[in-house]
């Protein structure tokens, strides 16, 4: 089963500042499965990426995704008041979707 | 717009059953799509437990395996959760989820249902 570690636990920024977000795969996993949520408190995840890479209809160009193999990056430029919440990678194989722990990105 | 409805009991007693239903209106769950649902538990993550698809193909998380079912009901344009044995672990907010292929094999989850908090407890 593949592991996925989301660092770091909690990221303390300003609101225009630039956040980069981690996601590590216990093995080589294929970009064409990975995948970002955003999720607010008491709201459902929100999808923002797919595909590693790709931004889900609707999702401001802000949000970027990057990365291959093990090591895969959700970046936000420049954060808005709105983008502070918990974000979370997932990825699909082996006959099962897993979850990483989450980021939460917090106002500072 | 494609959208989900998580309903069912709130409470559960101990070692009793699960069962939860989602409509889905704006898509058709014979589509071309994977049907989810996804708990998680108060101030945790996320736990994938299992998705359908309108052929009768079913995968779920080992780890939920023994105890789950998930069925379609084509009539009715919804899809069901059982989980039987519960205990108060499995006190969690359930959701459902639309799993799509965005092009080259590129599924994830696009539209999800609100959500319904469901309490293990006697």
């Known amino acids: 089963e593949i592991v996925l570690t989301q660092s770091p636990g909690t990221l303390s920024l300003s609101p225009g500042e630039r956040a980069t977000l981690s996601c590590r795969a216990s093995q080589s996993v294929s970009s064409s499965h990975l995948v970002w949520y955003q999720q607010k408190p008491g709201q459902a995840p929100r999808l923002l990426i797919y595909g590693a890479s790709k931004r889900a209809t609707g999702i401001p160009d802000r949000f970027s995704g990057s990365g291959s193999g093990t090591d895969f990056t959700l970046t936000i430029s420049r954060l808005e008041p709105e983008d502070f919440a918990v974000f979370y990678c997932q990825h699909y194989g082996n006959s099962l979707w897993t979850f990483g722990p989450g980021t939460k990105v917090e106002i500072k | 717009q494609v959208q989900l409805q998580e309903s069912g009991p709130r409470l559960v007693k101990p070692s009793g059953t699960l069962s939860l239903t989602c409509d889905v209106s704006g898509d058709s769950i014979s589509s071309k799509n994977w049907w989810n649902w996804v708990r998680q538990s108060p101030g945790k993550g996320l736990e994938w437990i299992g998705e359908?698809?309108?052929?009768?193909?079913?995968i779920y998380n080992p780890s939920l395996k023994t105890r789950v079912t998930i069925s379609l009901d084509k009539s009715k344009n919804q899809f069901s959760l059982t989980l039987t044995s519960v205990t108060a672990a499995d006190t969690a907010m359930y959701f459902c989820?639309?799993?799509?292929?965005?092009?080259?094999?590129?599924?994830?989850?696009?539209?999800w249902g609100q959500g319904t908090m469901v309490t293990v407890s006697s």
């Open positions: 989820a639309r799993d799509h292929d965005h092009g080259d094999s590129n599924w994830a989850f696009d539209f």
């Open positions: 359908i698809f309108h052929e009768g193909n079913i």
